[in-house]
């Protein structure tokens, strides 16, 4: 008993506790009013926001913002097929009525709503703050609106802090992260216009939902590291005001302790925990979170790279590793956006106590975009018509759940990450996200393909004479050549030897799919140039070749040893070719590329390897 309560003392003179604690207890007399933490305050504030005749000087600002919120969000984009979007933008909205607290039929209470009866428009928005939704009161609320109402479009909304599906299909999906985002743009655009006081009450507002909302990466760490170092005392401070944990195993023995301890004991527990709640709570939560280390986990099991994934607390996020190969095709998104790529796969704790699983594709430049959606609608999977429209960010492609009985239980997260991952339905959707993007970088060859035959005609044709001639007196085979449009490709021997060792390449390339690659280019200026290139071997023997030339003596730069990358340039060179009709000059040329010191000594490395390889 003894050592828990100096694991308290402990506690209190830690660092990182107290920078935490700090992070938390800002002044602001929103919390002191405690309305960060009861659901019907925020109703309130909402309220005052929402009706145009309130002294916030923000008139019906707030309220159309929330509407084109809706309208923008994915998961609304089947839900407002009959709303008109114009009229609504350009009304005046003068005649707002805002009601809270409004009673059903069945003594329930809806949250908000608000009638605009000059555009026949009511909205009804069920506030979850922190509370889950009950059995049954969303057809409640929605039905009550409906008879009370008729004539009017309802638009119901569900309001939750982190996106939380409604049960109820009619519901459009809000979450306080757009409360949050309309109130701060408004006050930096509009700060000259608005008075001292309600300037400062808004800004105490958003930071009452930032501390709810963004848990930045420096304060997460900094819950983990606590709690690590200090679990005896955490767990015991919060689970002596929360009871609702007594059914889980794991905390069967903390319990057994807090019923031992005398009622003095108890009162001294709670006011610790009362004085820094705040903090204690957030460390608990973040702490004992075992999402993130059953994430961990689950990629040590499905060997994914570390530079495809990233552990975060909520939202563990990855993509598959073969989707690097295809970053060109897929575009690159916007800063910012998860690990940096087009599409992204990330797990999350639903409302209701499941695991889900979600695949999107982000916000990537509007052609590549609109490919990769025809692409996939082209494998049989379902794309909404208004994810094609220009202007949208985010479209969830894929996304399957699965119950967890217990949350505290690293091990039955892990499996059913690993259910989720396997299932047959996502396995599918893998397959036809490969074909999609296979067909697509398919497609970008036939247009590159295009593009040299239409640059040809300005630029001139690859004489095929010369490179004849070049093959043939260097014993290059009739089947290791093909000569193109513009460029002339070749293998030799000692490329096709590695190959039984190396393997093929992991995609299409060229037309040989072996190790490396020659090729002359006639380059628009005139010029004739030879390159030497290592292609997409898989990913693990690519880096095994990488590193016997190393050691032969080739340098290589740390990009190309990346699992991710595809194409290494070993070595290019140029000649000036001053006519090419002349069969004998661009000959000549060719040769004197070849031969070139440098090339020669790259591509004995080569050979000798070869010959290492076989031996």
């Known amino acids: 008993m003894a050592i828990l309560f100096e694991s308290i003392a402990q506690l209190d003179h830690s660092k990182e506790f107290a920078k935490l604690h700090q992070k938390f207890h800002k002044f602001n007399p929103l919390k002191v009013l405690r309305v960060d933490q009861f659901e019907?305050?925020?109703?309130?504030?909402?309220?005052?926001?929402?009706?145009?005749?309130?002294?916030?000087?923000?008139?019906?600002?707030?309220?159309?913002?929330?509407?084109?919120?809706?309208?923008?969000?994915?998961?609304?984009?089947?839900?407002?097929?009959?709303?008109?979007?114009?009229?609504?933008?350009?009304?005046?909205?003068?005649?707002?009525?805002?009601?809270?607290?409004?009673?059903?039929?069945?003594?329930?209470?809806?949250?908000?709503?608000?009638?605009?009866?000059?555009?026949?428009?009511?909205?009804?928005?069920?506030?979850?703050?922190?509370?889950a939704e009950s059995v049954g009161q969303l057809d409640d609320y929605l039905n009550h609106v409906k008879s009370i109402y008729q004539g009017y479009q309802v638009v119901p909304v569900f309001l939750t802090l982190r996106s939380d599906a409604p049960t109820h299909n009619e519901y459009m999906v809000l979450d306080y992260n757009d409360v949050l985002e309309i109130i701060l743009l408004h006050i930096e655009l509009n700060r000259d216009a608005i008075s001292d006081n309600i300037y400062e009450f808004l800004l105490y507002y958003c930071e009452v939902l930032k501390e709810e909302l963004v848990h930045d990466d420096e304060a997460a760490q900094l819950a983990l590291d606590v709690y690590q170092a200090n679990k005896p005392a955490i767990d015991l401070l919060y689970l002596s005001q929360h009871g609702d944990y007594r059914k889980q195993p794991r905390y069967e023995d903390h319990y057994q302790l807090?019923?031992?301890?005398s009622l003095k004991q108890q009162e001294g527990l709670r006011r610790v925990y009362e004085k820094k709640r705040k903090t204690i709570d957030f460390i608990f939560t973040i702490g004992s979170n075992v999402l993130r280390e059953a994430f961990l986990s689950f990629v040590q099991l499905e060997e994914i790279p570390a530079e495809v994934y990233?552990?975060?607390?909520?939202?563990?996020?990855?993509?598959?590793?073969?989707?690097?190969?295809?970053?060109?095709?897929?575009?690159?998104?916007?800063?910012?956006?998860?690990?940096g790529h087009g599409l992204i796969i990330w797990y999350e704790r639903t409302w209701d106590e499941r695991l889900k699983i979600t695949i999107e594709v982000g916000p990537v430049p509007y052609d590549q975009r609109l490919k990769i959606l025809n692409a996939l609608e082209q494998q049989g999977i379902h794309i909404r018509p208004a994810a094609k429209i220009e202007g949208k960010k985010y479209t969830r492609v894929f996304t399957q759940t699965i119950p967890v009985a217990d949350w505290s239980s690293k091990q039955?997260?892990?499996d059913k990450m690993e259910s989720l991952f396997h299932d047959k339905g996502t396995m599918d959707f893998f397959k036809k996200m490969g074909l999609a993007l296979e067909s697509l970088e398919e497609d970008n060859e036939v247009e590159m393909e295009q593009a040299i035959r239409q640059h040809s005609k300005s630029a001139g044709i690859f004489p095929k004479r010369p490179f004849i001639r070049f093959a043939a007196d260097h014993g290059i085979l009739e089947t290791d050549f093909r000569i193109g449009n513009r460029n002339?490709?070749?293998?030799?021997?000692?490329?096709?030897?590695?190959?039984?060792?190396?393997?093929?390449?992991?995609?299409?390339?060229?037309?040989?799919?072996?190790?490396?690659?020659?090729?002359?280019?006639?380059?628009?200026?005139?010029?004739?140039?030879?390159?030497?290139?290592?292609?997409?071997?898989?990913?693990?023997?690519?880096?095994?070749?990488?590193e016997r030339l190393e050691e032969m003596g080739l340098s290589f730069s740390a990009h190309?040893?990346?699992?991710?990358?595809?194409?290494?340039?070993?070595?290019?060179?140029?000649?000036?070719?001053?006519?090419?009709?002349?069969?004998?000059?661009?000959?000549?040329?060719?040769?004197?590329?070849?031969?070139?010191?440098?090339?020669?000594?790259?591509?004995?490395?080569?050979?000798?390897?070869?010959?290492?390889?076989?031996?």
């Open 40 to 131: 019907i305050r925020h109703s309130n504030v909402l309220a005052w926001l929402l009706d145009p005749h309130e002294n916030h000087q923000l008139g019906s600002t707030f309220l159309k913002k929330l509407l084109t919120r809706l309208l923008t969000r994915t998961e609304n984009e089947e839900k407002y097929t009959d709303f008109d979007f114009l009229a609504n933008m350009y009304a005046s909205f003068s005649d707002v009525e805002v009601y809270r607290e409004v009673k059903t039929d069945t003594n329930r209470y809806i949250d908000l709503v608000v009638a605009v009866p000059s555009q026949k428009m009511v909205i009804l928005i069920e506030n979850k703050f922190h509370a």
């Open 258 to 261: 807090l019923d031992t301890l």
């Open 310 to 339: 990233r552990a975060h607390v909520q939202f563990p996020s990855f993509i598959l590793p073969e989707w690097l190969e295809y970053k060109e095709t897929i575009g690159e998104p916007e800063h910012g956006y998860w690990l």
């Open 412 to 414: 039955e997260i892990v």
């Open 488 to 546: 002339a490709s070749f293998i030799l021997n000692g490329f096709k030897e590695l190959e039984k060792i190396y393997g093929t390449t992991r995609e299409k390339w060229w037309w040989h799919d072996s190790t490396f690659v020659l090729w002359f280019d006639r380059l628009h200026d005139g010029r004739l140039k030879l390159t030497l290139e290592l292609g997409p071997l898989q990913a693990d023997k690519r880096l095994q070749l990488i």
């Open 560 to 615: 190309s040893k990346q699992q991710s990358a595809r194409y290494t340039r070993l070595y290019s060179n140029t000649a000036r070719v001053e006519d090419w009709d002349d069969s004998e000059e661009v000959y000549w040329e060719m040769v004197r590329l070849y031969k070139h010191p440098e090339m020669h000594w790259v591509l004995n490395l080569i050979d000798q390897l070869a010959v290492k390889s076989v031996l």
